[in-house]
């Protein structure tokens, strides 16, 4: 027994020492390591010379040349940089609450770079030739100097893209689902938009409605910046299913298109008043315009929306009459779309086109008012078809524009790819 008992302390204490030679050891190795991380943290310490940027706000009354004058930017330079700039875009055009950066170099601190962020998608370069390579040749040069010189290049703003799904319960509006379900209220105001030839936003809605969509959110550096595309969208009014999916047919032809493979945009937009300006509040439409009804005469429809609103005509046509009608009416604008025809826009505060223009779908036609017999700020709206007022969410238009035969495949793939993320 004694024997035994010896051998397990020998065993023990050789176990022993060897955990502390380990040890010694591997704290030595630790002190090694953790001096060769000393040595390399002060090489970083060394600062490594970076461009210097200055950023300068563009002001109310500030121009792109004060504002150059303001960052000690002699005429003759930023002249050559606005001569480079005009091809592609005109800095005179510089908007009110953006900034214009200059870079500097790192070496000589010499002004060699001007950005500016043109909208959410471009910014404009100019730069210094004696900085930068000129990587398209056929862009515009400020001089024939070939040695130094500004040239101008419009870049895409690389935003890195997430794509996401979002969904909700509308309670009161789309609106304020939106707002319950934390999405940004630009991707919502883009998915009305979207559905602007089938939904109209003031009146379609019904408690109960869900909605869900699939869209691109676009992060810089990590930081999300804005919503992106949206790639599908299903709404489900009273029951009725409408479904959108965005789809590349040709390089011009992208846009959306419903479960049938048809375009979503069709001759008449739903609503004449946009989205953004119905359904901020809490609405459920029917309390917040009056519909029409054969039996009361009211055979328009109206949009009760803050004075000054914009109208915007519901398709193409020509404006044949824009003026003050005695009977009522107010400022009206009426628009004739074909043969068949006419929409008809009442109570304005103000116009924004003359008897015989020319105007798209959804341009803009007029502002909201209470003009004429009218006992507050509403816009009356009114469809004619063959000389008779009609309702127009009875008229049955033409389906838009179907995909080509020979991209049915490709689209029902997409389909069948964004159903999976709508169910
Ligand atoms: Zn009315």
Do not use: C
């Amino acid at each position: 027994m004694k024997k035994i008992f010896y051998k397990l302390i020998i065993v023990f204490l050789v176990v022993q020492v060897g955990y502390f030679a380990y040890s010694f050891l591997f704290d030595r190795d630790n002190e090694i390591i953790s001096s060769e991380n000393e040595q390399v943290v002060e090489e970083i310490i060394i600062p490594e010379k970076t461009d210097r940027i200055e950023s300068i706000e563009i002001t109310e009354g500030s121009t792109y040349g004060s504002l150059m004058e303001e960052m000690d930017i002699g005429g003759s330079v930023y002249m050559s940089i606005y001569a480079a700039a005009e091809d592609v875009y005109d800095l005179v055009k510089i908007r009110l609450g953006r900034e214009l950066t200059l870079v500097y170099d790192k070496d000589t601190d010499e002004f060699k770079e001007l950005i500016y962020q043109i909208d959410t998608e471009e910014k404009i370069h100019v730069r210094n030739s004696k900085y930068f390579e000129k990587e398209n040749e056929e862009i515009a040069t400020s001089s024939e100097e070939v040695s130094n010189y500004w040239f101008a290049e419009i870049i895409e703003i690389p935003y890195e893209i997430k794509v996401t799904t979002k969904e909700g319960e509308v309670k009161t509006s789309m609106y304020v689902a939106a707002l319950e379900n934390d999405i940004d209220e630009r991707a919502i105001i883009e998915l009305a938009n979207a559905f602007q030839w089938s939904i109209d936003f003031a009146l379609d809605p019904r408690v109960g409605d869900t909605f869900k969509f699939v869209y691109e959110e676009r992060y810089l550096d990590g930081e999300y910046v804005m919503p992106g595309r949206i790639l599908a969208g299903r709404y489900i009014n009273a029951g009725e299913e409408n479904n959108l999916y965005y789809f590349e047919e040709s390089e011009d032809n992208m846009g959306y298109f419903d479960s049938e493979g048809n375009s979503v945009q069709k001759m008449f937009l739903r609503a004449p008043v946009e989205f953004r300006y119905v359904s901020s509040g809490f609405t459920t439409g029917s309390r917040y315009v009056a519909a029409f009804n054969v039996s009361t005469g009211h055979r328009a429809i109206d949009y009760a929306t803050p004075l000054g609103t914009p109208i915007r005509a519901v398709g193409d046509g020509t404006v044949i009459f824009a003026g003050w009608n005695s009977g009522g009416y107010g400022n009206l604008t009426k628009i004739r779309h074909n043969s068949t025809y006419q929409t008809n826009y009442a109570h304005q505060s103000r116009f924004a086109v003359s008897y015989g223009q020319k105007v798209k779908q959804g341009d803009i036609i007029g502002y909201v008012g209470s003009t004429g017999f009218s006992t507050g700020p509403h816009l009356h709206y009114e469809m004619v078809k063959n000389g008779v007022k009609v309702n127009p969410y009875n008229e049955i238009l033409p389906p838009g524009e179907p995909i080509k035969e020979d991209n049915r495949a490709r689209f029902e793939e997409t389909l069948e790819e964004y159903n999976k993320m709508l169910e």
